[in-house]
């Protein structure tokens, strides 16, 4: 089915806290500036992680102009429905959201109904999996298009294949996995990510994540 041209919506949510929502959220957010995609980061979570960064990202630009201007608005998870309406704007919303979305569950269901895709970023530990299996599943039972990004992943490991094979047998799993990077933090400081630098080690995840989500999402 043909779609329209209106805006697509990727929710990243996680059961699980530290797994890479705010990580993913702002590389996508930096792909789709360098492509010229009109996007908007919604930042549904307290700590305001995401726009704290899109802030130093600002700073960074009035010196440095050349990387691409991103933006994020702070969002409430009380008030979603105002979100949705600022997300039309956009070609691309990413919305980043908070841990222990059990708190939250009415207004992460109605993100949910309206995502064209839903991330679900999991670190490849047993912790991760109990929690993000069940939810995985649970999205699929809704009819709800959900894929998990593995993240900090080791494929040398034994426990990789297992945690990868329980929630192939799960639901969907995006093929490209974010490796560990020791230095995925660094560039954050400023504002910035690994896309924003051409030659950094680890770009290259990043960029299939991307491309894998422009597709599933419609873009
Ligand atoms: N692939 C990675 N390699 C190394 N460190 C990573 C990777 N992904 C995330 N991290 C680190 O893990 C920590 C948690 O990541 P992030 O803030 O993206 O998780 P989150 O799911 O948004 O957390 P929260 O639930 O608290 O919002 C951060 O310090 C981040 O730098
Ligand atoms: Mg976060």
Redesign the pocket.
């Known amino acids: 089915m043909a779609r329209s041209a209106s805006c697509r919506i990727v929710l990243v949510s996680?059961p699980k806290?530290?797994?890479?929502?705010?990580?993913?959220s702002r590389h996508l957010l930096v792909s789709a500036a360098q492509e010229g995609i009109g996007a908007i980061g919604l930042d549904f979570?307290r700590?305001q992680?995401l726009a704290k960064w899109a802030a130093r990202r600002d700073r960074t630009r009035e010196t440095f102009p050349d990387f691409a201007p991103v933006a994020v608005q702070p969002a409430s998870l009380q008030d979603w429905r105002a979100a949705l309406k600022v997300a039309r704007a956009y070609r691309l919303a990413i919305l980043?959201t908070?841990?222990s979305i059990e708190d939250h569950l009415p207004a992460i269901d109605a993100l949910g109904e309206a995502a064209d895709l839903i991330l679900v970023?999991a670190v490849c530990t047993q912790d991760d999996i109990d929690s993000v299996a069940p939810w995985l599943r649970a999205l699929g039972e809704r009819g709800l298009r959900a894929a998990v990004v593995l993240?900090?992943a080791n494929r040398r490991t034994t426990s990789y294949a297992r945690m990868r094979g329980t929630l192939v047998k799960t639901g969907a799993v995006c093929p490209t996995e974010?490796?560990?990077?020791?230095d995925?933090?660094v560039p954050?400081s400023k504002g910035l990510t690994l896309l924003d630098y051409s030659r950094s080690r680890g770009i290259a995840p990043f960029e299939e994540v991307w491309a894998y989500v422009k597709r599933e999402a419609g873009l």
């Open positions: 996680s806290g530290g797994s890479g929502k705010s990580v993913l979570d700590q992680t980043d908070p841990p970023p993240n900090r974010l490796p560990q990077l020791e995925v933090h954050a």
